[in-house]
């Protein structure tokens, strides 16, 4: 069992910064992809940003040039820099980790909150 770990949100400003960052207890060479959905209430799971093992990205229309994502050197632990935060933005933030067999785990989410 693969346990996906998120960390790193919190309250801001709009136009503010957060790093989000998300740990896989399993090694870089069973992983394909990573990558965060974000989720606001009373709305679906939305794709945000994904990385995968060659280090290919893309992003979600509404938070390219905003939003950053990378891997650590080891290759289990990616990061989401977002940039010039705005209200829209606030939703819970889940990372997941696609592993080599095709099967998918999820953390248990970390809410981002941009307000006033």
């Known amino acids: 069992q693969v346990q996906v770990v998120e960390s790193g949100g919190g309250l801001v400003q709009p136009g503010g910064s957060l790093t989000l960052s998300c740990v896989a207890s399993?090694?870089?060479?069973?992983?394909?992809?990573m990558g965060w959905y974000r989720q606001a209430p009373g709305t679906q799971r939305d794709s945000v940003a994904h990385?995968?093992?060659?280090?290919?990205?893309n992003y979600a229309a509404s938070v390219k040039g905003r939003f950053t994502i990378s891997r650590n050197g080891a290759g289990n632990t990616v990061y989401l820099q977002m940039n010039d935060l705005q209200p829209e933005d606030t939703a819970v933030y889940y990372c997941?980790?696609?592993?080599?067999?095709?099967?998918?785990?999820w953390g248990q989410g970390t809410q981002v909150t941009v307000s006033t």
């Open positions: 997941y980790t696609r592993l080599r067999t095709g099967h998918d785990y």
């Open positions: 399993t090694s870089a060479r069973s992983i394909v992809a």
């Open positions: 990385i995968t093992s060659s280090d290919d990205t």
